[in-house]
């Protein structure tokens, strides 16, 4: 049977290395394209990279920051994980029509750095509840 304490952090973990993935993603993308232009890298701008990183961060994450939330019960790391995907989110879908390419990974890149901060502190917090509980010092 699988535990949610070794669960948990290997999904805080896979949820910071895609909100990471997306952030470089959208940093180094446009110097690719100028370095190497070539039908092989277009492919990679298309808006459903985005889409697809979406699906693969938003279940991880909400499953990460909960079973974390229910373990040190700082809802402000759950409401903190969701704000960077309500950004992820609304600037992957509305992002290019509103402000452009520019808001769309200024609004990315915010995201992915709200998301990787919420599940570091999740983290950290989890692991200092489970010495606290272990320790019965708290």
């Given at each position: 049977?699988?535990?949610h304490?070794?669960?948990?952090?290997?999904?805080?973990?896979?949820?910071?290395?895609?909100?990471?993935?997306?952030a470089l993603h959208c940093l180094f993308f446009p110097l690719a394209v100028s370095l190497y232009p070539s039908v092989v890298l277009t492919g990679l701008q298309d808006e459903r990279v985005h889409l697809a990183l979406l699906v693969f961060v938003i279940p991880i994450?909400?499953?990460?920051?909960?079973?974390?939330?229910?373990?040190?019960?700082?809802?402000?790391?759950?409401?903190?994980g969701l704000a960077g995907i309500l950004l992820l989110v609304i600037s992957a879908l509305f992002g290019d029509d509103l402000g452009g390419s520019s808001l769309e990974i200024t609004g990315t890149l915010l995201g992915s750095i709200i998301i990787a901060s919420s599940h570091v502190l999740n983290f950290k917090l989890c692991r200092s509840s489970h010495a606290c509980l272990e320790n019965h010092d708290c």
């Amino acid at each position: 049977m699988i535990h949610h304490n070794t669960v948990r952090p290997a999904a805080d973990t896979a949820a910071i290395s895609l909100s990471l993935f997306c952030a470089l993603h959208c940093l180094f993308f446009p110097l690719a394209v100028s370095l190497y232009p070539s039908v092989v890298l277009t492919g990679l701008q298309d808006e459903r990279v985005h889409l697809a990183l979406l699906v693969f961060v938003i279940p991880i994450s909400v499953f990460s920051l909960t079973m974390g939330c229910k373990k040190h019960r700082q809802t402000l790391i759950v409401g903190m994980g969701l704000a960077g995907i309500l950004l992820l989110v609304i600037s992957a879908l509305f992002g290019d029509d509103l402000g452009g390419s520019s808001l769309e990974i200024t609004g990315t890149l915010l995201g992915s750095i709200i998301i990787a901060s919420s599940h570091v502190l999740n983290f950290k917090l989890c692991r200092s509840s489970h010495a606290c509980l272990e320790n019965h010092d708290c």
